[in-house]
């Protein structure tokens, strides 16, 4: 090979040599997909008491839901909800309640039906009568707080399982205007003072106490919330009831 052409060769070798290790490596760029959560499903809550829990509701004529229908009536409109907010769990209702009853009547239908203490709820709404049939307000101040002892002893012994309503106030259906005439502010402040007495006991003892009145006290100018006899609360005042209750029965039935 001649000088020449060597030199030739020299030269094409390094220019070649020299444009492959100029050139970058190829690197593929890679992108890190977003991380996505997936959406979370509510959680239903559950109670400490699993599977059952045994309701008694405890009254007269507001508690039997006079005038409505069964499911219509406040203790059943309650296990409706229970029902729709906890899982796993059924609300089997006892209901003791009469027309007409007054705190004697209710005290003494409890003593003939012998009760087993197993109710893990208890609901208690009486006085009404007392009132409208003029009973001494001493025989109430004697009576509502056996009842309340009573409603105890069936909730396993356990006053957190007790809650107390107040009492509706009539004088604000059409029937009580009719009937009163003047009269409607007397109506009102004796069950005002019904319902303190029993407000003031409550609190005095640990018992909650749930004031549903005001909601009643409006049933003059809304007539949606009386009922078809022009005295008992509707369909949709009781569901106004249960909506004031159920963060006071939601605490009786965790604790």
Known sequence: ????????????????????????????KTTTP???????????PTLPIAGTVNYLALGDSYTIGQSVCETCRYPAQLVKKLNST?????FPLKII??????TTNLLSAINSQKLEPNYDLVTLLIGVNNQYQGREFSLYEKEFPELVLKAIALARGNKKKV??????????????AKVATDQSMTITNEINKYNAFAENYCNNNGIAFVPITDITRQ???NPSLVATDGLHPSELAYTLFVDRMLPQIKAALQD
């Open 163 to 176: 809650v107390v309503i107040s009492i509706p106030d009539y004088a604000y259906t059409p029937y009580g």
């Open 34 to 44: 977003p991380v996505v959560t997936p959406p979370t499903t509510p959680t239903v």
């Open 219 to 221: 049933g003059l100018n």
């Open 86 to 90: 906890y899982s796993n769990t059924t």
């Open 1 to 28: 090979m001649t000088p020449y052409f060597r030199q030739i060769v020299t030269l094409l070798l390094s220019v070649f040599l020299f444009s492959c290790s100029s050139d970058e490596p190829i690197t593929k």
């Open 97 to 102: 309640a009469t027309t007409g009853w007054t």
